[in-house]
């Protein structure tokens, strides 16, 4: 099982950047991924998610409207599209896969409903 994610780097305020997470060895279909990220000496926390087909998604409140997540079902792929970034978005960046399929619209599942993580990428928002 593998998921990895890439795209991270350095942008200015106001940037964009997009995140991908490449899955492989298990069933993609079958599981919700979501996005989470961890800031330097802060708790991890989520960002998005889409459930597994793709037709449910969530973010959190403060990046809502500048953040859009996408899946490709056929490519193993979920997107993280990343608009009009602030500095408070530095962290690393992970995806995770959930195999309860539990990306709601009305709610988003926390980190420990997750079954598999990739290893992160680094997003830095200079001010």
């Known amino acids: 099982v593998q998921l990895q994610a890439s795209g991270g780097g350095l942008v200015q305020t106001g940037g964009s950047l997009t995140l991908s997470c490449a899955a492989s060895g298990f069933t993609f279909t079958d599981y919700a991924i979501g996005w989470f990220r961890q800031a330097p000496g802060k708790e991890r926390e989520g960002v998005s998610c889409i459930n597994k087909s793709g037709g449910s998604t969530n973010y959190r409140g403060s990046v809502r409207g500048r953040f859009t997540i996408s899946r490709d079902n056929a490519k193993n792929t979920v997107t993280l599209q990343m608009d009009n970034l602030k500095p408070e978005g530095t962290a690393v960046y992970y995806c995770?896969?959930?195999?309860?399929?539990?990306?709601?619209?009305?709610?988003?599942?926390?980190?420990?409903?997750?079954?598999?993580w990739g290893q992160g990428t680094l997003v830095t928002v200079s001010s």
């Open positions: 995770a896969a959930d195999v309860h399929n539990l990306c709601l619209k009305a709610a988003m599942p926390t980190d420990v409903y997750y079954d598999y």
